[in-house]
């Protein structure tokens, strides 16, 4: 439930103008400018004036009303406030005093007065249905749910029974563990009143419990009231999902999606949903039927974002890649605006491995969006894998320059910078470049582990690299590369019983997909004499060696296998 807002009254003050109680010829002329003013929306001026009024005539109850209006507007709270409550002593039966004084304890978060107002005022006016609308309001954001079923009652003895209400006290039973009355609630409801919305409810209520039948009996009668209702669309689609009837699940979730009652964010969360939990076999399975959902889902609004990013996103996880990349492409050209869509597009470049493309649609977006330097990270890493390292490096460098004086994004420049380095053999600018990251933050896991790394394999500084290497896993102690670093280093440093210890753990997050954290482990036990498991480690090694990553390995394994035979 909403508190009242100042906005949402607005219009609904500004509607009722009260006759002022002269004094004389001046107050009158004074109220009546004023009036004038306020209903054009100067309420200052308005204010200006009344405040002359009120000096002048302290018995004046409308002019005080007004004040209090235009103070609730300019946000003068404890003025308003007063001078409400002396129009209210002033005249006490007047209904729009009282009334704004409700509105002015709600919305200053004080729901307990505002009750306590609209309560009396009931006592006074018991026809007027809309208060009784405001204290459900009320009694909902004081968490009183016996009030707000009373207040129910009371409406529908005064207005008549209403689905809004029916729903309502459906909720309210619902939320309070009482499922059984609020169900019969329904029930009683849709026995003289037919609602597509209270069948679809009550339908949706009977699939919770796995009672499918009832529930498609009901969405069948929600659908007979209104054919193209999309909650009950949805729901009898997810009853023949559930029986496995899936012919008719495909069917009914077609007529959802092709359903101009539903809307396109619906949709989406339906499309959405459907994708993430059904089982990969399932996907391939039907992919033919889900293609066709999909084509519908789209023909709804083949320009939406949403819609094309959804779609873009399952076209490339079914391995479409070429339509996948029409949907971000349409999308990056339709919102050239769109931050993240130029982000997706980008994405998806990279997955594409289309380098050339990068490097352009990179600069283009930098040139668009001059404060995200992510636009010339990515065109870095476009060169990067072009094997263009020193342009690589100049797109670092670009953002060191551009971005002086943002922390995390020339850490993670110099960090770039340094691994590039050491791709070109210069280790003495990649370390002074890492040093300049670390600088800006010592404690960062990345940087750290690479630096270590780099070090430990020219044997330089051991000391330092061990350091290192220790503070990067305590700051990540589950990454599987800063684990092997830590490792391999206290190998070389012949510490090969603790760096088992690391390559263990190493093993439990991810390391056995990595070909040359597996080599290492297995160095590492056939170093403590543990030859049979380093023969495992080392086949694993293997496997995942496809690349070549490790070009030495298989001879290098031969030589180690040849001396545990001698």
């Known amino acids: 439930m909403k508190k009242f807002a100042i906005s949402a009254i607005a219009a609904l003050i500004s509607a009722f103008i009260l006759p002022a109680a002269p004094d004389n010829a001046e107050t009158d002329a004074l109220l009546v400018d004023a009036v004038s003013l306020y209903n054009e929306g100067d309420y200052a001026g308005a204010r200006d004036r009344l405040l002359s009024l009120t000096s002048l005539s302290g018995n004046n109850d409308a002019s005080f009303y007004y004040l209090g209006l235009c103070d609730f507007y300019l946000g003068n709270l404890e003025d308003a406030e007063r001078s409400l409550k002396r129009a209210v002593s002033l005249d006490s039966g007047n209904f729009w005093y009282r009334e704004r004084l409700a509105v002015l304890y709600a919305a200053t978060s004080r729901p307990e007065l505002a009750v306590e107002v609209y309560e009396e005022l009931l006592k006074d006016f018991p026809k007027n249905v809309n208060l009784y609308y405001s204290l459900v309001s009320l009694y909902g954001e004081l968490g009183k749910p016996d009030s707000i079923l009373n207040t129910l009652a ?32 329904l029930e009683e409801f849709n026995r003289d009143y037919t609602s597509a919305q209270v069948l679809s409810v009550m339908g949706d209520a009977k699939l919770s419990r796995y009672e499918d039948s009832l529930a498609l009996g009901y969405y069948g009668d929600a659908l007979a009231c209104e054919p193209l209702y999309a909650p009950a669309l ?11 009837d899936y012919p008719r699940f495909f069917e009914a979730a077609g007529e959802f999606l092709a359903a ?7 949709k989406t969360r339906y499309v959405t949903s459907l994708l993430q939990h059904s ?6 399975n039907f992919l033919p039927h889900l293609d066709t959902l999909m084509s519908v889902y789209r023909s709804c609004a083949p320009n939406d974002s949403t819609v ?3 779609a873009g996103s399952y076209y490339y996880a079914t391995e479409r890649q070429i339509k996948a990349g029409e949907c971000f492409s349409k999308n990056r050209n339709l919102y050239p605006e769109s931050l993240s869509a130029r982000l997706i597009y980008i994405q998806y470049l990279v997955s594409s491995r289309n380098w050339t493309a990068l490097l352009s649609e990179s600069e283009q977006g930098f040139g668009d969006f001059p404060e995200e330097a992510d636009f010339l990270k990515m065109k870095s890493f476009a060169f990067y894998n072009l094997q263009d390292y020193p342009s690589a490096i100049s797109e670092y460098e670009r953002i060191v320059a551009g971005f002086p004086g943002d922390k995390g994004v020339l850490t993670d420049a110099y960090a770039g910078m340094g691994d590039l380095y050491h791709l070109l053999g210069n280790s003495a600018k990649a370390y002074k470049t890492y040093e300049k ?15 270590a790394y780099y070090l430990c394999l020219e044997g330089r500084n051991m000391k330092k690299a061990e350091q290192m290497s220790r503070t990067a896993v305590e700051k990540e102690p589950d990454n599987a590369t800063y684990l092997d670093t830590l490792g391999w280093i206290l190998y070389l440093r ?17 390391g056995k997909e990595e070909a040359t954290i597996l080599d290492h482990y297995a160095e590492v036990l056939y170093a403590l004499g543990d030859f049979d ?23 290098r394994i031969e030589e180690r296998m040849s001396s545990i035979r001698k």
């Open 234 to 244: 949805l729901g009898k689609s997810e009853v023949y999902r559930m029986r496995r």
């Open 260 to 266: 101009g009652t539903a809307g396109t964010e619906e």
């Open 154 to 185: 009371e409406i529908d003895a005064v207005a008549g029974k209403s689905e809004m209400v029916a729903m309502v006290r459906y909720n309210v039973l619902s939320q309070t563990g009482k499922e059984e009355e609020a169900f019969a609630s």
């Open 494 to 510: 012949g510490q090969c019983k603790e760096a088992k210890t690391h390559f263990k753990r190493a093993m439990l997050y991810g």
């Open 437 to 451: 990251a670390l600088k800006l933050d010592s404690s960062n896991a990345a940087v750290l582990n690479n630096y």
């Open 533 to 555: 498991l380093a023969k495992v480690y080392w086949n694993m090694a293997v496997s995942k060696n496809k690349g070549g990553e490790i070009p030495d390995l298989e001879s």
């Open 308 to 310: 094309l990013q959804t």
């Open 279 to 284: 089982d990969p076999n399932f996907i391939r």
